[in-house]
């Protein structure tokens, strides 16, 4: 290895990457400063005018360099939403005046599980330390939150991949809790193994069903490799780990893989590319959402099912400007006259605007109830 | 504005972007050496090992900079990408000894549609300019480059959100020609309109049936818009330029938007946040692929259907270590009895793995052909 012709070649690729870090960290800074300075001047977060004209300068001075356009354009949306979602949270914390530096989270599972990864997220951006609960179902999990047992919960909502999970939905009808955060977590299934073997030697493969409906096309290719299904994608990993035994392997994440020790024999092999689930921060308590930053309310109502009901709730929310990023639909059981509608909105609780749209909501709806006002995970990028 | 507190932070941003931009730039002539070393040594162009220990140490440096793990990954990801696809393309160039500095290309559509927009991608990456040859359908672009009036002819064939263009499938089943490239475009849906308007003023909204079903969600919350089928995003944009008329508007793309003098309204509403268009490239000659590349290889196959027919195929891929990456079947008309299968295959035609595993499909199956061999365009990042 000694003797690769590419190494010189690379350590100049390291040093110069070196650099790069270092002027992203700057970067970062300067940013901070520029955070401050807009909590003084009370001036909002994103200033789209600034990104595109920025993004437009960089795009021209890169053609000089031959660098591509989307390739720029790509790489300064990831380093624009950094930006805003780190100002996001220190004007979050200055708000809400948040000291407090442990936090006791309940999610779904043993360790491991995509939910336990998406509360360690959380805890990282949030507080120093997290006491963990893992628990063994969604309704165990607002019950902890409900009772005080634990500060917050975490519910994944929605898969790009293989849509909505109803029983969050359901569940989220008939609680008093508030929704305080969204988390956006990417999903990357891996084939994980215990010590020495390959895949050739698979024979089972242990899963929750959502993971292996997900990957279809890939599973298509080992037609002779058994399925288990578990309640959950760490129990599966929990089981292979304990099994020892080089025919078998679980579908789960890597980093849940690392917790029980698993090697990773093949990943990214999902029908879509891009597998995201996105996850709902639940507590006793609503937050307050600074008026500077881009923010998500999320409400349900309930309507009649007369034809044109629901075009009206949404002839409310235009008139008020107000746009909608998700609309769901859920049927009340037991009960086919009336419908069940969850909406996201893209816009403060405490606007004019959203106050005045609610209300006029409330009125022609036959039940409406907020649950929850947040900072937007998902910006939108400029291009 | 002069005296906006932000000023002189934004003046010090844009000018650490600029050493951003100038580092990119030198990481990009680095990465050409590399290549230009790694053909002299005939060195594959990828080397995940690499990658991960570039990225294993980025993010570790990155972390005592309190920069996110998460962005730091996916930044890199990015910055590997264009590498890469740079390494590969000047592989190819040299392989195919590609001196063209001109290229005819035929698309979809009159000027502004998508298909246009891919050709103008592919043309940029691989010639100095562009003959550009509207069709009016799929079946003239394949007669158009079978005949030899254009080089090329670029094709959509998948879309993320909306799944298999059958038609292109149906017409790839008749032709003689090759592919030799894909190309992945990412779409972002725009309201268009000419001139001074807004949102609120549309009434008539003009485009392809697709992008309507694609962002249903925005639409229904405009339930008074009347709803205007057209052959392309890109009639629609001509008609509602042509109409000049602030009450319509056009959903097409920003930059066929500038084409007609339109303005962008709305955008970036589509329900499913990441939405790609796969396109493929036709040529009368099939192109050489390096071994040093990561390439994919489409087969067309028929199978009997009696059961296990297709399980048996895929059991002679799996046993040559063959990945597949899409798997599309199609129905063959007035013949209930035997199916047709498009696979994309990860590897090179040329080796000896992918020649054994077709000579052995070819015999287990009732007709199989090569559609082509071509360079990956979605490289799997490392993580």
Redesign the interface.
């Known amino acids: 290895m000694s003797n690769n012709?590419?190494l010189p070649?690379?350590e100049?690729?390291?040093a110069?990457?070196?650099?790069?870090?270092?002027?992203?960290?700057?970067?970062?800074n300067?940013?901070k400063?520029?955070i401050y300075?807009?909590i003084?001047?009370n001036?909002p977060v994103r200033d789209i005018a600034?990104e595109h004209a920025?993004l437009k300068?960089?795009t021209e001075?890169?053609k000089a360099?031959?660098?591509?356009e989307?390739?720029?354009t790509?790489?300064y949306q990831?380093?624009i939403e950094?930006s805003v979602l780190m100002q996001q949270k220190i004007l979050q914390k200055q708000l809400n005046h948040n000291s407090e530096t442990t936090a006791k989270i309940a999610f779904l599972g043993p360790k491991g599980s995509y939910s336990h990864l998406a509360a360690r997220?959380y805890a990282s951006i949030h507080f120093n330390q997290m006491v963990e609960c893992g628990c063994q179902n969604f309704t165990d999990i607002f019950h902890q939150v409900e009772e005080g047992f634990v500060d917050y919960g975490i519910l994944p909502l929605e898969n790009?991949s293989s849509g909505s999970i109803n029983e969050v939905y359901d569940l989220l009808q008939k609680t008093n809790l508030h929704i305080v955060a969204e988390l956006a977590l990417?999903i990357?299934h891996c084939i994980l193994a215990k010590g020495q073997t390959d895949l050739?030697k698979i024979e089972t493969v242990y899963s929750h069903p959502q993971p292996f409906q997900q990957c279809s096309?890939f599973l298509?290719?080992?037609?002779h490799w058994k399925i288990v299904y578990c309640d959950s994608t760490s129990s599966a990993m929990e089981t292979v780990a304990k099994l020892d035994n080089p025919t078998v392997a679980a579908m789960g994440n890597?980093d849940g893989g690392e917790l029980y020790g698993l090697q990773v024999l093949a990943?990214?092999?999902a029908n879509?590319?891009?597998n995201?689930t996105r996850f709902i921060v639940l507590s006793r308590k609503p937050i307050e959402v600074s008026g500077q930053i881009p923010a998500k309310t999320t409400i349900l109502m309930k309507t009649g099912q007369q034809s044109g009901a629901l075009?009206d709730a949404?002839?409310v929310?235009?008139k008020h400007n107000i746009?909608?990023t998700?609309?769901e639909s859920r049927p009340i059981h037991g009960n086919p006259w009336e419908e069940m509608f969850y909406i996201d909105l893209q816009g403060n609780l405490g606007t004019m605007d959203m106050q005045q749209a609610l209300k006029e909501l409330s009125s022609i709806t036959l039940f409406m109830k907020v649950l929850g006002c947040y900072p937007s995970d998902?910006l939108?990028?400029v291009?």
């Open positions: 012709p590419l070649l690379r100049k690729i390291t110069l990457d070196k650099q790069l870090l270092n002027l992203l960290a700057d970067r970062r300067l940013s400063e520029v300075t807009k003084a001047a001036l600034r920025l300068l960089l001075q890169g360099y031959d660098l591509d989307i390739y720029i790509r790489l990831l380093i950094d997220r790009s990417p990357d050739d096309n298509a290719q080992y037609p890597k990943h990214n092999f879509q590319k891009e995201i075009v949404l002839l929310l235009r746009a909608m998700k609309l998902n939108l990028p291009a």
